[in-house]
């Protein structure tokens, strides 16, 4: 069974500098694939980035990049020049591969970002 | 782009209520999902279905019932309204990624659905 773990509940920072997140996962499979979505104060979901597991570039989309260490299984999301709407929860899902790809993902419980002027 | 619209925004129910949550997107996405959101925790699946009329039991699927009509469209059943249950419902849909079914998906969330059990 997969399981998806993010142990920083949340992180108090401030604007224009990084912040960083944790989540760790467990899987049996040798391939899946891993997301974090940030969640706004409006409810609003949305997709921000991905790692496939047999990939080993870190993946980057804008100012968020991703921390892959594989025989940890860790996948931390960095977020540069932080913005005041980049305060959010932000959740690690994870998704293993297979034929059953659409099973839906797995979540962590999130960690709630702050970010101050 | 398209848009995935959850209604109704809030319902209130009284416990033991039968209640039905709706969910249309216009994506064309075959995949779509139920999560389920209590407050301060992660998504938890309910169900999901991948076609018209198919019907998959995600880990927190006792107590509800699912039906998908049509492709565009996935209702949730809560069957009996428990105190317990008060939480955000939480629609999506997707399509498998480029390289097939065998690749990652992308999740696109509906605005929730608030359910209050008095």
């Known amino acids: 069974a997969q399981k998806v773990t993010q142990t920083q509940t949340s992180i108090s920072v401030m604007e224009k500098t990084t912040v960083t997140m944790d989540c760790v996962y467990e899987t049996q499979d040798s391939s899946y694939f891993l997301f974090w979505y940030k969640q706004t104060a409006s409810g609003e979901i949305v997709f921000l980035i991905r790692?496939?597991?047999?990939?080993?570039e870190n993946a980057t989309v804008g100012h968020y990049s991703l921390n892959f260490q594989k025989p940890k299984s860790s996948i931390g999301l960095i977020i540069t020049a932080t913005q005041i709407e980049d305060s959010a929860v932000y959740f690690c899902a994870m998704r293993e591969g297979g034929d059953n790809y659409a099973q839906g993902l797995t979540f962590g419980l999130g960690t709630r970002v702050s970010v101050f002027p | 782009g398209g848009i995935i619209t959850q209604t109704p925004k809030f319902l209130i129910g009284q416990e033991g209520q039968k209640l039905t949550l709706k969910c249309q997107q216009n994506f064309n996405h075959d995949t779509m999902y139920w999560y389920r959101q209590d407050s301060g925790k992660g998504l938890r699946l309910i169900y999901y279905s991948i076609t018209e009329n198919d019907l998959q039991k995600g880990d927190l699927s006792e107590g509800y019932d699912a039906s998908r009509e049509k492709k565009s469209s996935f209702s949730l059943t809560v069957t009996s309204a428990q105190k317990n249950e008060m939480a955000v419902f939480l629609c999506?849909?997707?399509?498998?990624?480029?390289?097939?079914?065998?690749?990652?998906?992308?999740?696109?969330f509906g605005s929730g659905t608030r359910l209050t059990v008095l």
């Open positions: 999506a849909s997707s399509i498998p990624g480029l390289g097939g079914p065998s690749s990652a998906e992308t999740l696109y």
């Open positions: 790692q496939d597991s047999y990939k080993k």
